[in-house]
């Protein structure tokens, strides 16, 4: 699969999808109308981007080998219990930009969406690296242990000691580079605080990296929030106009690419 990269402006990013686990569930669970019958291949997919002016920033981390470690013993073992993952990368996405020649160490700079643990499983590969997220998302899980963490989709263990100290707030129409190449977008509904970024990519087309603001992209297509009882793990109501507002967007930009994180059309993206 080509990468689905422009190269060549200064101003563009080139980016590449990772990935390095997923886990499954039922259509109807992820989109109102899907099939009970069909199972849904969901991975966990990070994103590279990188630029000549800013250097490598990194779109959420994927699970990371820590996730079956941070599972293992109660209570994290409900979270394996509902929603078990197959890892297919051992040293996570860390390892991948490591295949690309990039060192994790020394990575500059990470976007978080949002704190569950499939997205912010390889954060201790990054040790040098600033966090941008949102200030409500993180105050919403900053300090919860056990099961109340388990309730936010947090495993507290993936979560670097001095993470607080690299954390930097950003927020609907923060303008990361100051050149409006990368721009934040607030998400919110599937967990409190959540963003997306939208970028130039290297060939002027517009993309937008919409974290879990819907599961499957013809939930943004089609309007489709997921089914009313994923509403015992995330606010329903603002997943909807959250839903509602990329269905706009879409419609009065076609040309823009939209991405949720899990859905198999993002996957299909990763490079083989
Ligand atoms: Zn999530």
């Not at 000549?52 to 779109?59: I, K, Q, S, W, Y």
């Not at 929603?83 to 700079?109: F, M």
Request: with cysteine.
């Amino acid at each position: 699969m080509a990468r689905a990269t422009g190269e060549g402006t200064l101003s563009g990013w080139r980016w590449t999808v990772l990935s390095d686990g997923w886990t499954q569930a039922r259509e109807a669970l992820l989109i109102r109308g899907g099939s009970w019958r069909k199972i849904v291949r969901c991975a966990a997919t990070a994103v590279l981007l990188e630029s000549d002016r800013f250097g490598p920033v990194l779109f959420d981390c994927g699970y990371s080998s820590r996730f079956a470690s941070e599972t293992a013993q109660w209570p994290g073992r409900l979270y394996r219990h509902l929603a078990p993952a197959t890892l297919t990368e051992p040293d996570g996405i860390a390892g991948l930009l490591q295949k690309r020649g990039l060192d994790p160490g020394k990575l500059p700079r990470l976007i978080v969406s949002h704190w569950h643990a499939d997205h912010v499983g390889g954060l201790r590969d990054f040790p040098n690296a600033i966090v941008h997220a949102s200030r409500e998302g993180w105050q919403a899980v900053s300090g919860l242990r056990g099961m109340a963490a388990l309730r936010h989709g947090v495993l507290p263990g993936l979560l670097p000691e001095d993470l607080p100290d690299r954390l930097r707030w950003v927020g609907e129409g923060s303008d990361l580079f100051g050149d409006g190449s990368m721009v934040v977008l607030s998400l919110p509904g599937h967990a409190v605080g959540q963003i997306g970024i939208r970028f130039q990519a290297g060939d002027g087309s517009p993309v937008l990296l919409a974290a879990d603001a819907c599961w499957l992209s013809e939930g943004y297509r089609l309007n489709r929030s997921p089914h009313p009882i994923t509403g015992l793990l995330q606010d329903l109501r603002a997943c909807q106009a959250t839903v509602e507002r990329l269905h706009r967007l879409h419609l009065a930009e076609p040309s823009l690419r939209i991405l949720p994180c899990h859905c198999p059309e993002t996957l299909a993206l990763v490079p083989v």
